[in-house]
């Protein structure tokens, strides 16, 4: 009996020391970064980072490193998600087939992303710099534009036919906003200034140190901020579609209250309500009106609405001097 009630009692501590026991708090994404740090010092998530870059083998991320080219350039190709390539015969004698990178410096540079420092030579353990990756991630971004709204869109409505068309127009207005614009390469203030249009070039202090090496966090982070911009492409590429209205007719006076439903809409809201003109008819709401007005709770809100679309890597259209090689690395 006493052996029975001293195992009884065991198992009660047992059980008690469980239920007592502290939640485990769950392991960072890596070792040098905590994922809250990722939130309060960058304003992303470890999540979104990691679907950028997934650190070292040691489980370090190395956030305050200077990101080389290579590192960069894979990046960006697995950020765009844009396709690796293994072609026989490497691209740069300095990035053969047996190198880490070689599969993303071979995919960025078909798909026109990146360039080499000649035409022989990538430099893929080299730094790169902010405004070279400024270029990059606006030569994509605006290839995204174009591809989805099918220009780029500038102030007031105003509709330009490439990025260095929207630069010459509007570009010297963005860069206005750092006060060392003139330090920037010529070849670089177009993508620097569309950048800081987006509000994905920042800056600091009102500095936007062109010729600084970017760490590898600055690197994810303006990954991460690009691909949110093109995401808003993307919705403004799906316009709005009007499926029904209801009720489709009403007094000639107006003041109906009309529930409409469709797809696209500016909220995540299926339908939404308007009190109409004089006179209402189906013809007051014409398919494709740009639609941002207050749900309305209805069991037979119109379901189709699709789920969001991923960003998809869009076809690029390179200048002249992306063609090749440059002399001048972007």
Known sequence: MKKRMALLLLVLGVVIGVMAAPAVALADTWTDIADAAWVTQYGVTAQQVDAVDDGYLDGSFK???????????????????????????????????THIFYIYVEGAYAAGLVNGLSADSFGPQLPISRQQVASILARWLSAVELDALGYISGAGGAQYASLNAWYTAEGAAALASFRDAAAIADVHKPGVAYLAAHGIAKGTNGYFAPTTNITRAQAAVLIIRTLAV????????????VTSINPDSGPAAGGTVVTIYGTNF????????VRSRPPMSRRSVPPGSPLLLRPVPSAQRCRSRSPRRPVRAPTLRPTTSDTRPSANPR
């Open 63 to 97: 956030p305050a490193s200077p990101v080389t080219r290579g590192q960069f350039t894979k990046m960006a190709v697995n950020g765009f998600d844009v396709p690796t390539l293994s072609p026989t015969v490497p691209t740069f004698s300095d990035v053969p087939r």
């Open 230 to 241: 093109a995401e808003d492409f993307e919705k403004q590429a799906a316009r709005p579609t």
């Open 266 to 273: 500016t909220s995540d809201a299926t339908s939404s309500s």
